[in-house]
C-alpha cells in the first residue's frame, strides 16, 4: 500500500541554525501538507500546498519557514533559523482529494 | 477556532463501548476522525461531509449533525488495538486546512 515517507526521521540542531525537513508524498496525490505536534499537544496545521503554490497557511507558518517541491516526488520544509520552540513532531500529509494521509513524522530537537 | 473534543480521556475494558465528540462553533464543510497511537502518525479513520451522514468500518461508526456542527465517533466492542489518541479535524471550506482537537485518550484494559 503506497505510504508517505519522511527523512530523516530525529533532527537534532542548534538554536538559529537551518534545517529542512523531507517527505515524499504518495505518487498520484496532488494536495501537501505540513503539520506539527509539540510533545503531548494537539497536531497543528502549517501550510498546505497545491499546483506548486501554497494555497493556506496558518499563523505559525511565518517568514522562517519555506516550503518547496524541488522535483516530481520530494515536498521540503525549511525552517531557516530555528528556535528553541519550533522542537515538536513535524508531519507530512498528502491527499488525492479530501483524505489526509500522514507520513511517519520528523522528530525535531532544537537545543 | 479548534474543535472541542469530549471527554479528555476514556478508561474502558476490552468489549466496552465509547462515544467520543467533536464540536464546533462554526458551520463545517467535513470532519475527519483519527486515531494516533503514542510516538506514532496518525492513521486516517474516517472522513464525514456535511449532509449529516453516517459512516461505519467493521466496529468504528461516526455520525456528523449539521444542525448542532457535531460528530461522534462510536467504538463498539472496543478491542485493545482500539487504544490510542482519537482526534478529530475539522475543515472549514474544503480547503483542506484541518484544525484538530486536542484529543481524546481512550484506553482499553483486558
Known amino acids: 500500500e503506497p505510504e508517505v515517507t519522511q527523512t530523516p526521521s530525529h533532527q537534532v540542531t542548534q538554536m538559529g541554525q537551518e534545517v529542512i525537513l523531507r517527505c515524499v508524498p504518495i505518487?498520484?496525490?496532488?494536495?501537501f501538507y505540513w503539520y506539527r505536534q509539540i510533545l503531548g499537544q494537539k497536531v497543528e496545521f502549517l501550510v498546505s500546498?497545491?499546483?506548486?503554490?501554497?494555497?493556506?497557511k496558518s499563523e505559525i507558518f511565518d517568514d522562517q519557514f519555506s516550503v518547496e517541491r524541488p522535483d516530481g516526488s520530494n515536498f521540503t520544509l525549511k525552517i531557516r533559523s530555528t528556535k528553541l520552540e519550533d522542537s515538536a513532531m513535524y508531519f507530512c500529509?498528502?491527499?488525492?482529494?479530501?483524505?489526509?494521509?500522514f507520513g511517519p513524522g520528523t522528530r525535531l530537537l532544537v537545543l | 477556532q479548534q474543535p472541542v473534543q469530549s471527554p479528555q480521556a476514556v478508561i474502558l475494558r476490552e468489549g466496552e463501548d465509547a462515544v467520543i465528540n467533536c464540536s464546533s462553533s462554526?458551520?463545517?464543510?467535513?470532519v475527519h476522525w483519527y486515531r494516533q497511537k503514542h510516538g506514532e502518525a496518525p492513521v486516517f479513520l474516517m472522513i464525514?461531509?456535511?449532509?449529516?451522514e453516517q459512516k461505519g468500518h467493521e466496529k468504528i461508526s461516526a455520525s456528523f449533525n449539521e444542525k448542532k456542527q457535531q460528530s461522534s465517533l462510536y467504538l463498539t466492542a472496543s478491542q485493545l488495538s482500539y487504544s490510542g489518541t482519537y482526534f478529530c479535524?475539522?475543515?472549514?471550506?474544503?480547503?483542506?486546512?484541518?484544525?484538530f482537537g486536542q484529543g481524546t485518550r481512550l484506553t482499553i484494559n483486558p
Open positions: 500529509a498528502s491527499s488525492e482529494s479530501l483524505t489526509q494521509y
Open positions: 505518487s498520484n496525490h496532488l494536495y
Open positions: 500546498f497545491y499546483n506548486n503554490e501554497i494555497s493556506e
Open positions: 462554526k458551520a463545517l464543510y467535513s
Open positions: 464525514l461531509l456535511k449532509g449529516g
Open positions: 479535524g475539522t475543515d472549514l471550506q474544503g480547503a483542506q486546512k484541518l484544525v
